[in-house]
Nanobody
């Protein structure tokens, strides 16, 4: 199983990015697909999750109204749209897969991908 987040980069404050995660060897239709981020010196932080039903997406309060999560089970891909980016959004962003109902807890995710760096300049 391999998960790889992509789409990160350097963007000015107020800009947008779209992250993608396309696992291989793991059908996302069977998993809650979460996004987390980790800034230097900080703990890994829940950003949001797309429940495996596909009909429910949960976002952290810190990104609600600015970020969006979606998925395409046909393409086996989950997306994280980052809008109105702020310098405090700078972090490595990870996608992960879980079958646990505790979707905000990173310890419940059994599959993790390599992250993608998002850097927001002021």
């Amino acid at each position: 199983v391999q998960l790889q987040a992509s789409g990160g980069g350097l963007v000015q404050a107020g800009g947008s990015l779209r992250l993608s995660c396309t696992p291989s060897g793991l059908p996302i239709s069977n998993y809650h697909m979460g996004w987390f981020r980790q800034a230097p010196g900080k703990e890994r932080e829940f950003v949001g999750v797309s429940r495996r039903s596909g009909s429910v997406a949960i976002l952290a309060d810190s990104v609600k109204g600015r970020f969006e999560i979606s998925r395409s089970n046909v393409k086996n891909t989950v997306y994280l749209q980052l809008n109105t980016l702020k310098p405090e959004d700078t972090a490595v962003y990870y996608c992960a897969a879980s079958t646990s109902v505790a979707v905000r807890d990173h310890r419940q995710y059994g599959y993790w991908g390599l992250g993608t760096q998002v850097t927001v300049s002021s």
